[in-house]
C-alpha cells in the first residue's frame, strides 16, 4: 500500500477494551488497512506503518498531524471540502453553494471521463470548470450573501 500513488488516511475513536481508543484507516480503490491504537497523533499513525514511508499522495480531512509526514503529496478529500461548504452557505455565504455544484461536476467529469477510458479530462472541460471556478471565487471575495439573507 506505501507504494500506491495515493491513499486516503482516516481516524476515528472507538472503544477498545473498554477504553477510548482509535482506528486508523489507510486505504486506496482496493486495499483498506486498519489499525487500533491507544493515541490518534503521530505516533499511531507511525505504529500504523503506512504513511511513514509513503510517498504518493496522501488524501485527508487536513488534521495536522498528517502534515508531519513531508514526503508526501498532501491532498484534503473532497467530502470534508462539502462538509465544510455547507457550513458555509447555511452561514448566507452564496458562492459555497456554487462551489459544491462545481466540486461535484468535476467528479462527474472525472468519472465520465474514466469510463470511457480517457486519462484527463479534454481542453474545452478545464476551460469551462476553470471558468466557473472564477465565477465562484469572485463571489466569495466579494462576500454576496445568499438571497434572503441580510448581512
Not at 472564477?134 to 466579494?142: Q, S
Request: glycine share 10%; proline share 3%; aromatic share 6%.
Amino acid at each position: 500500500m506505501s507504494r500506491a500513488p495515493v491513499v486516503n488516511f482516516d481516524e476515528t475513536g472507538a472503544r477498545i477494551a473498554g477504553r477510548l481508543g482509535w482506528v486508523h484507516s489507510a486505504s486506496t480503490e482496493t486495499l483498506t488497512r486498519y489499525t487500533a491504537h491507544a493515541k490518534r497523533g503521530v505516533e499511531a499513525i507511525d505504529h500504523a506503518g503506512v504513511l511513514p514511508g509513503f510517498g504518493g499522495v496522501a488524501v485527508h480531512d487536513g488534521w495536522k498531524p498528517y502534515r508531519a509526514y513531508t514526503h508526501a503529496i498532501h491532498a484534503l478529500c473532497a467530502g470534508h471540502h462539502l462538509r465544510e461548504l455547507l457550513a458555509a452557505e447555511e452561514a448566507g455565504q452564496a458562492w459555497a453553494l456554487g462551489m459544491s455544484c462545481l466540486l461535484l461536476d468535476t467528479k462527474a467529469l472525472v468519472d465520465q471521463s474514466k469510463a470511457t477510458g480517457l486519462k484527463t479530462l479534454g481542453k474545452t472541460a478545464l476551460t469551462e470548470l476553470h471558468a466557473s471556478y472564477r465565477v465562484c471565487d469572485h463571489a466569495r471575495l466579494r462576500g454576496e450573501p445568499r438571497p434572503g439573507r441580510e448581512r
